[in-house]
């Protein structure tokens, strides 16, 4: 029997990850004690390797391979890359965190490549079964991560609830995709595309496979009302993996709504778009007004990100809606401004866990509000970093994150619902509050602990780095607006 070879090239990242995965585990089975450092470098030459290998491989063409299960396009090779640079800013911010705690061991390196690995394939996935293989993948390393520390009780207690709830939420998107495959009688994302023009195709079992699909996906990405899990995992996991779920999952996140929605199912946009809308809706207004009453600041941070994440589904509601009005321009800018908003929250994100762990210690965690009080007088600079990330956070010019909560309200201006770019403004100023009295705590009050912040001159540069990049691309987004812009036109033409 002839068994055709898929082309391995498109994959050639992947491959590599996967690889150097076993590397890094044959590495920590068999290193001395005086190298405790191998696993941490290995993880970070494999996360460098990948990327310049994704550089190395991207064209300007979309190729299809593994019998059309794995796509690799421009849209691919931009969110992977960011895949890359933000799991390697995770990587060098986490280290002397876990080695505080006792932590740092080398399954923590072969998850964190695990879950890289399961982005990836989640990021290229062009088939159901590739989708779902993905998100296991991702989500299994995320368990174990959350229950890395197993003296912990919270720990143990935030893993066992996210293990549950998302092995329910992962039960809606199967029986969503089971569905879909009845009425359409494919797996494949770009088939499903084509026969929905089918007369033949049942639009009622697919409109019934639709509903739980985006209930699986609203989950993932934690949107209202499937997010719960998200406090409760931010507060219980260590502050290092709570930098990590909260920062690159969103690429992939983001990346499985496109392919899932936009490219699989266009034609029933009208129906999706009104139930992200309302997702959109509840989560900007849940989060912003809930995360007011949170005196933790990693709760604090989870509701947060439930209203970044409502606002990302605004830019997605509108670029549906200018596809079907205005064609293609209009809708790869609406995207475009989903994805630029996608982006700049996981650079934010991750700047604000890296400040938190920064400020936490052998011992002891900084969690509470109380714990930023003084910081400017601690640490001057740690305290500017993360004054910028709140600013860019609730929306202060001239930061990332106004820019792209401005592209979103004018991709949903020009979508016609000026009543929801209100709604969003008007929640948007709400949620300010809690970002500000972060400030003010900082600048403002006496610090309860006057001892120096002690941080590695790594992790020290790369924190500077990404405070800057919040700053700089704030200044000058246009370019980082045309290459997402460019990589959606690409992608979905």
Not at 91 to 120: C, H, I, K, N, P
Not at 148 to 156: C, I, N, Q, V, Y
Not at 334 to 361: D, P
Request: net charge neutral; glycine share 8%.
């Amino acid at each position: 029997m002839n068994f055709p070879l898929p082309d391995f090239f498109p994959a050639s990242a992947e491959i590599f990850v996967l690889v150097m995965a076993c590397v890094v585990l044959l590495a920590d089975l068999f290193k001395s004690e005086r190298q405790g450092w191998l696993p941490y470098l290995l993880t970070l030459a494999t996360l460098a390797g990948a990327f310049a290998i994704q550089f190395g491989t991207a064209g300007p063409d979309t190729t299809l391979t593994f019998s059309g299960m794995f796509v690799d396009d421009r849209l691919a090779d931009v969110l992977k890359s960011c895949l890359y640079i933000t799991v390697f800013a995770v990587v060098v911010y986490s280290r002397d965190y876990l080695m505080a705690r006792g932590l740092e061991r080398g399954e923590y390196y072969l998850l964190v490549l695990f879950a890289t690995l399961g982005m990836q394939v989640m990021i290229s996935a062009n088939h159901f079964l590739t989708l779902y293989l993905g998100l296991e993948l991702l989500s299994l390393a995320i368990y174990a991560l959350v229950a890395l520390d197993r003296e912990s009780a919270r720990s143990t207690e935030a893993a066992m609830k996210y293990f549950v709830l998302g092995a329910l939420a992962s039960g809606l998107l199967l029986y969503g995709m089971s569905m879909i495959y009845g009425a359409t009688g494919t797996l494949e994302i770009s088939a499903i595309a084509r026969k929905l023009s089918d007369p033949a195709t049942n639009m009622d079992v697919l409109r019934f496979g639709l509903v739980f699909l985006v209930a699986g996906l609203a989950f993932k990405i934690g949107v209202v009302p499937f997010h719960m899990w998200i406090p409760d995992v931010y507060h219980g996991a260590p502050t290092a993996i709570t930098l990590l779920i909260g920062s690159a999952p969103k690429l992939a996140g983001f990346a499985m709504a496109i392919r899932l929605l936009v490219d699989g199912l266009p034609t029933l946009a009208v129906e999706w778009q009104q139930m992200l809308m309302l997702l959109a809706i509840l989560s900007i207004a849940l989060g912003n007004v809930v995360a007011i009453a949170q005196t933790n600041v990693k709760r604090m941070l989870a509701y947060s990100t439930i209203s970044h994440m409502g606002f990302m589904l605004l830019g997605l509601v509108s670029g549906v809606i200018e596809l079907r009005a205005s064609g293609d321009i209009h809708l790869s800018y609406a995207f475009g401004s989903a994805m630029f908003y996608t982006i700049a929250y996981v650079l934010m994100s991750a700047a604000a866990f890296g400040t938190l762990l920064v400020l936490t210690r052998a011992g002891v965690e900084a969690e509470t509000l109380d714990d930023l009080k003084g910081l400017n007088r601690r640490s001057p600079w740690f305290a500017a970093v993360l004054m910028m990330v709140m600013f860019s956070m609730a929306g202060i010019p001239f930061f990332i994150g106004f820019f792209a909560k401005l592209a979103v309200l004018q991709a949903v201006v020009a979508a016609g619902y000026i009543y929801t770019a209100v709604f969003a403004v008007l929640l948007s100023l709400i949620g300010a509050f809690f970002y500000l009295r972060v400030v003010k705590l900082m600048y403002f009050d006496e610090p309860l602990d006057n001892s120096p912040l002690v941080a590695s001159t790594e992790m020290r540069a790369l924190l500077s780095v990404n405070a800057l990049a919040i700053a700089l691309i704030g200044l000058m987004p246009q370019s980082l607006l045309a290459l997402c812009a460019s990589a959606l036109g690409q992608a979905l033409k």
